[in-house]
């Protein structure tokens, strides 16, 4: 009875495994098509003329810092567990989290900045390069809103002892989510670094 109790528990835990991942990389693509099909019609709204200049925010770069700082700690994380040491994935975790939201600050903070500025995401003083920016970048955290949920799930999971050697697929899961947010923002950044 017990052996096929622990066989089916086996059975879902392969199960998981074959689906989890597919279905990340199904969503990463999706989004990867959302942000080319927004930074393709920043190429083509500019091309039409009437397209305003301007810096992007130094605290743009603070954010990029942070963002790509989480992954490496998010990697920290995920090597601590294929060696067993609990207390090291939830830190990891926590400072990818707390790096995460540091991002999300940072870009607030960069919002506040633009309108100082006057450069507005609606209204009748704004231009098109402005709202281009608050509407890509705020997608971006939207997305990112869900993989600091994945995070705190994870944190949860490691602060229950969940993770190990044997048992990666939920922190490896949320990994390869972060780490594509994370290159997804690099990539945002330089756009608008070039484009804007």
């Known amino acids: 009875m017990n052996q096929i109790a622990l066989d089916n528990k086996e059975f879902q835990k392969v199960k998981r495994e074959k689906v ?16 080319a099909g927004l930074t393709s019609a920043v190429l083509v709204r500019k091309g ?28 920290f994380a995920t ?6 040491k609990s207390a090291m994935i939830r830190l990891g975790v926590m400072l990818t989290f707390l790096l995460g939201i540091l ?4 870009q607030f903070m960069g919002y506040g900045q633009l309108v100082k500025e006057g ?57 390869i989510y972060w780490h594509f947010l994370g290159g997804m923002w690099v990539y945002l950044y330089l756009f608008f670094r070039i484009i804007i």
Not at 27 to 35: A, C, E, K, Q, R
Not at 79 to 84: M, Q
Not at 141 to 163: D, E, P, R, S, T
Request: glycine share 8%; hydrophobic share 55%.
């Open 20 to 35: 989890a991942k597919p279905l990340v990389w199904f969503g990463i693509v999706s989004i990867v098509m959302l942000f």
């Open 48 to 75: 039409d003329g009437n397209w305003m200049e301007y810096e992007i925010p130094e605290v743009f770069l603070w954010s990029t810092i942070a963002i790509v700082i989480s992954s490496f700690s998010l990697v």
């Open 79 to 84: 090597y601590s567990a294929k060696k067993n």
């Open 103 to 106: 991002f999300v600050v940072f």
């Open 119 to 175: 450069i507005y995401f609606t209204g009748t003083e704004h231009n098109a390069s402005g709202s281009f920016l608050y509407i890509i970048s705020g997608a971006h955290i939207v997305h990112l809103l869900g993989g600091l949920v994945a995070l705190i799930i994870v944190l949860f999971n490691a602060i229950k002892n969940k993770y190990n050697s044997k048992n990666l697929l939920g922190l490896q899961v949320a990994s």
